[in-house]
């Protein structure tokens, strides 16, 4: 039976088995700091006790990985002695409750991830869901999140250059704001978070210390009830002016020699840091509270150690460095202040006033925190797709696709972020993945792009989970670019409960099937569970961040078609499958049937066909298809270059041949009189491929199915999302 306590361990989110455990490892009652740090590192966000489990089981090694989970970041080779270190996280719940903040610390949170590394940021991206468009919250959360990302992203100097957005009812009560970033850093000044070195001093750098986000990381780590508003204060406040004098005080820092360990001040703030730290390193660790800068009077122990404050760092220095630390951080205008060292003794021991106010132990706190095998069920297969009746014309029904809240252009989102800032994006926003060149290497670029389909996963994990690293790896592909590794991003309900407990462990499945067939290991992440409210959860988004490297960006594709009277052709096999499509979804309003399945072997080798065409010079345009198939993805070419086509579908099913979502496809262009000859390699490959027509004029023809303008379409695709903004949808 649990003992009574003067500090309720269930109003800090401990369950009473977990405080009957900390009541073992302390052997004695915590006092209400102890007990604070408990709740936050044994919280679902700092210590996956309901995943980890399952993370084990997913590939994170390969030749050209450097570092995977575990640190930071993760962080891989791509030539030259330099290396891409990258992550995702999630800001889900603070975004719901404050948007703008909420998104704005979550760009600048991996932000410094990435450059606590070594790195210099050069890239974000962002993964974002939300309500149904018509939901009385969501215009505000969509205008209040987008821009936060701006606002942050912009003003600290880093290229937003690539994203998603879907709406969905799901997200009603719930949405996902998931931020990625990827920085460039030599291979020989990465840096870790291993403490080390007994009397070394450590440091705090950056902002002040206040009383915002206390308790965050609690917060996200339990589902919504109809009092979520009330948690405002948990969210955290950002300035991106100081991250941008952080980000290069500590580049600054890092030229010299003195840095022995470093890591950023995220969920749970210095208590994380701190215990993460020296876990890692197999240290102690003392902390004066008297030390640390405050930017607010009368603070407790308990508010600095479970702040979130934003924009600050904590460092292990070589002893006798300190004042030419000091030099650099005095410099950008930022605090420093020692505020404890390192000792032998394995314990967090806190000092304030003079007092000791806190002696815990700290593996079992940053090592030994619960890890649970939850009950789950597997998702039940979905019903075959009963018989589909195609009550539109197909240009009706295109039309009525391309301008839907899930396919209409993101054009109003992505022109507020800055994608041009340091002028090393080499495709912007807009393609099937962006490409940022590598400064210094003028022929080398980087290729990043974020994906999930989040009805294919609630449908089937396993094949969700494939799909969404397949997505991504097309996307790299598909602009001519070597898939090197992901990040994730699992978004799902409440663990607690075995149906989504059962879509967690089918999406880990799927999604590690597909990394080790395509060779592109998971090398970094983040898991965001309770993201439900009042009981109903969304729907799972294990999001998916690949990133890969393009040796010549000279041989750079896109998808816009170049010039009229080229040849159309397809790549993959269509056979028309309407389970769970966009076309079901948005013209017969329904969302049934399977997901279309995915063979990991024909992707590898469809893409690796497709990439060695690109590098050949053999196609002028390509373009992976994926939402709304076939039909879709020529609209979006011709709507790109501003040129029409005219197409044949093949016989049979031609709804099904327009708007399947059949897996492992590309559309290419290429001179009309190299199209044989392109066919004939395609055939020698093994590669089903079919002429499908030629771009040329204003229009989009189907034969035998009709014409409609490419204005008309423009105007659909263009015109959905700011007239929604404007009030007008």
Same mark, same amino acid.
């Given at each position: 039976?649990?003992?009574?306590?003067?500090?309720?361990?269930?109003?800090?989110?401990?369950?009473?088995?977990?405080?009957?455990?900390?009541?073992e490892?302390?052997?004695?009652?915590?006092?209400?700091?102890?007990l604070?740090?408990? !709740?936050?590192?044994?919280?679902?966000?700092?210590?996956y006790k309901?995943?980890?489990?399952?993370?084990?089981t997913?590939?994170?090694?390969?030749?050209?990985?450097?570092?995977?989970?575990?640190?930071?970041?993760?962080?891989?080779?791509?030539?030259?002695?330099?290396a891409?270190i990258?992550?995702?996280?999630?800001?889900?719940?603070?975004?719901?409750?404050?948007?703008?903040?909420?998104?704005?610390? *979550?760009?600048g949170?991996? @932000?410094?991830?990435?450059f606590?590394?070594?790195?210099?940021?050069?890239?974000?991206?962002?993964a974002?869901?939300?309500?149904? /468009?018509?939901?009385p919250?969501?215009?505000?959360?969509?205008?209040?999140v987008?821009?936060?990302? *701006?606002?942050?992203?912009?003003?600290?100097?880093?290229?937003?250059?690539?994203?998603e957005?879907?709406?969905?009812?799901?997200?009603?009560?719930?949405i996902?704001?998931?931020?990625?970033?990827?920085?460039?850093a030599?291979?020989?000044?990465?840096?870790?978070?291993?403490?080390?070195?007994?009397?070394n001093p450590?440091?705090?750098?950056?902002?002040?210390?206040?009383?915002?986000?206390?308790?965050?990381?609690?917060?996200?780590?339990?589902?919504?009830?109809?009092d !979520?508003?009330?948690?405002?204060?948990? =969210?955290? =406040?950002?300035?991106?002016?100081?991250e941008? @004098?952080?980000?290069e005080?500590?580049? #600054?820092?890092?030229?010299?020699?003195?840095?022995?360990?470093?890591?950023?001040? $995220?969920?749970?703030?210095?208590?994380s840091?701190?215990f993460?730290?020296? !876990?890692?390193?197999?240290?102690?660790?003392?902390?004066?509270?008297?030390? =640390? /800068?405050?930017?607010?009077?009368?603070m407790?122990?308990?508010?600095?150690?479970?702040?979130?404050?934003?924009?600050?760092?904590?460092?292990?220095?070589?002893?006798?460095?300190? &004042?030419?630390? #000091?030099?650099i951080?005095?410099?950008w205008?930022?605090?420093?202040?020692?505020?404890?060292?390192?000792?032998?003794?394995?314990r967090?021991?806190?000092?304030?006033?003079?007092?000791?106010?806190?002696?815990?132990p700290?593996?079992?706190?940053?090592?030994?925190?619960?890890?649970?095998?939850? &009950?789950?069920?597997?998702?039940?297969?979905p019903?075959?797709?009963?018989?589909?009746?195609?009550?539109?014309?197909? &240009?009706?029904?295109?039309?009525?696709?391309?301008?839907?809240?899930?396919?209409?252009?993101?054009?109003?989102?992505w022109?507020?972020?800055?994608?041009?800032?340091?002028?090393?994006?080499?495709?912007?926003?807009?393609?099937? +993945?962006a =490409?940022?060149r590598?400064?210094?290497?003028?022929?080398?670029?980087?290729?990043?792009?974020?994906?999930?389909?989040?009805?294919?996963?609630?449908?089937?994990p396993?094949?969700?989970?494939?799909?969404?690293?397949? #997505?991504?790896?097309?996307?790299?592909?598909?602009?001519?670019?070597?898939?090197?590794?992901?990040?994730?991003n699992?978004?799902?309900?409440?663990?607690?409960?075995p149906d989504?407990m059962?879509?967690?462990?089918?999406?880990?499945?799927?999604?590690?099937?597909?990394?080790?067939?395509?060779?592109?290991?998971?090398?970094?992440g983040?898991?965001?569970l309770?993201?439900?409210?009042? *009981?109903?959860g969304?729907?799972?988004?294990?999001?998916? $961040?690949?990133?890969?490297?393009?040796?010549?960006?000279a041989?750079?594709?896109t998808? +816009?078609?170049? %010039?009229?009277?080229?040849?159309?052709?397809?790549?993959?096999?269509?056979?028309?499958?309407?389970?769970?499509?966009?076309?079901? %979804?948005?013209? @017969?309003?329904?969302?049934?049937?399977?997901?279309?399945?995915?063979?990991?072997?024909? #992707?590898?080798?469809?893409?690796?066909?497709?990439?060695?065409?690109?590098?050949?010079?053999?196609?002028?345009? +390509?373009?992976?298809?994926?939402?709304?198939?076939?039909l879709?993805?020529?609209?979006?070419?011709?709507l790109?270059?501003d040129?029409?086509?005219d197409?044949?579908?093949?016989e049979?099913?031609?709804?099904?041949?327009?708007?399947g979502?059949?897996?492992?496809?590309?559309?290419?262009?290429?001179?009309?009189?190299q199209?044989?000859?392109?066919? *004939?390699?395609?055939?020698?490959?093994?590669?089903p491929?079919?002429?499908?027509?030629?771009?040329?004029?204003?229009?989009?023809?189907?034969?035998d199915?009709?014409?409609?303008?490419?204005?008309?379409?423009?105007?659909a695709?263009?015109?959905?999302?700011?007239?929604?903004?404007?009030g007008?949808?």
């Open positions: 039976m649990t003992k009574q306590t003067k500090y309720p361990a269930d109003l800090m989110g401990l369950k009473p088995d977990e405080y009957d455990r900390v009541l490892i302390m052997g004695r009652e915590p006092n209400r700091v102890e604070g740090i408990f !709740s936050v590192m044994w919280s679902e966000h700092c210590s309901s995943s980890k489990k399952w993370l084990k997913l590939p994170t090694k390969a030749a050209w990985v450097i570092q995977g989970p575990g640190e930071n970041a993760g962080v891989i080779d791509i030539g030259d002695g330099l891409a990258f992550k995702m996280e999630s800001h889900n719940h603070p975004s719901f409750i404050e948007p703008y903040q909420g998104a704005a610390t *979550g760009v949170g991996i @932000l410094r991830d990435v606590t590394m070594g790195a210099r940021p050069i890239a974000n991206l962002n974002l869901r939300f309500g149904a /468009p018509e939901h919250k969501t215009r505000h959360l969509v205008s209040g987008v821009h936060g990302i *701006g606002g942050y992203g912009n003003c600290v100097g880093v290229p937003t250059v690539a994203g957005v879907n709406f969905h009812p799901s997200y009603n009560g719930n996902l704001v998931n931020a990625m970033t990827v920085g460039l030599k291979q020989d000044k990465i840096f870790y978070s291993a403490a080390a070195g007994l009397g450590v440091v705090y750098v950056g902002s002040k210390t206040g009383r915002d986000g206390i308790h965050g990381a609690t917060m996200a780590s339990a589902e919504f009830s109809d !979520s508003e009330e948690k405002r204060p948990t =969210v955290q =406040v950002g300035d991106p002016f100081t941008k @004098l952080l980000i005080a500590c580049l #600054e820092l890092m030229e010299t020699d003195v840095i022995v360990a470093i890591q950023d001040m $995220g969920a749970a703030g210095l208590t840091s701190s993460e730290m020296a !876990s890692k390193g197999g240290m102690g660790i003392e902390i004066d509270l008297d030390k =640390v /800068p405050a930017r607010e009077t009368g407790t122990p308990f508010e600095f150690m479970l702040s979130e404050s934003q924009e600050r760092m904590l460092i292990i220095l070589k002893p006798g460095s300190e &004042p030419k630390a #000091e030099a951080f005095k410099k205008e930022l605090d420093f202040a020692v505020i404890g060292h390192l000792t032998d003794t394995g967090m021991v806190l000092r304030f006033n003079g007092e000791q106010v806190g002696d815990l700290i593996d079992p706190l940053a090592q030994a925190s619960p890890e649970y095998d939850r &009950p789950w069920v597997p998702t039940p297969p019903a075959p797709l009963n018989p589909v009746n195609h009550p539109l014309p197909m &240009p009706k029904a295109l039309l009525k696709i391309i301008g839907s809240p899930d396919m209409a252009s993101r054009r109003w989102i022109e507020q972020y800055d994608h041009l800032v340091r002028g090393d994006t080499a495709q912007i926003p807009g393609g099937d +993945a =490409v940022v590598v400064q210094d290497h003028p022929s080398k670029a980087l290729a990043m792009s974020v994906d999930c389909t989040p009805r294919y996963c609630f449908a089937d396993v094949q969700g989970g494939r799909q969404a690293v397949a #997505e991504t790896w097309r996307n790299i592909t598909a602009v001519g670019a070597r898939p090197l590794a992901i990040t994730d699992m978004n799902f309900g409440n663990p607690e409960r989504i059962g879509q967690f462990v089918g999406a880990v499945q799927g999604i590690g099937e597909a990394c080790i067939a395509l060779d592109y290991p998971v090398v970094s983040n898991v965001s309770y993201n439900e409210t009042n *009981g109903k969304i729907l799972p988004t294990p999001a998916i $961040g690949g990133v890969g490297v393009l040796d010549d960006v041989k750079m594709m998808l +816009a078609f170049k %010039r009229p009277g080229e040849a159309i052709l397809v790549l993959g096999e269509t056979k028309g499958h309407l389970g769970q499509s966009i076309y079901l %979804r948005e013209v @017969l309003g329904r969302e049934e049937g399977p997901p279309p399945p995915v063979d990991l072997a024909i #992707e590898r080798r469809n893409g690796d066909f497709l990439r060695g065409l690109i590098l050949e010079g053999a196609v002028t345009a +390509a373009h992976d298809l994926s939402d709304g198939g076939l879709v993805g020529v609209a979006e070419m011709a790109a270059g040129i029409g086509a197409i044949s579908l093949t049979g099913d031609a709804f099904g041949a327009a708007f979502e059949d897996q492992a496809r590309y559309l290419v262009t290429c001179p009309a009189s199209a044989d000859a392109l066919l *004939g390699k395609a055939e020698k490959a093994g590669i491929a079919t002429r499908l027509g030629m771009t040329g004029g204003q229009d989009l023809t189907v034969a199915q009709g014409t409609i303008s490419l204005a008309e379409l423009r105007q695709h263009e015109g959905w999302l700011p007239g929604y903004m404007a007008k949808a």
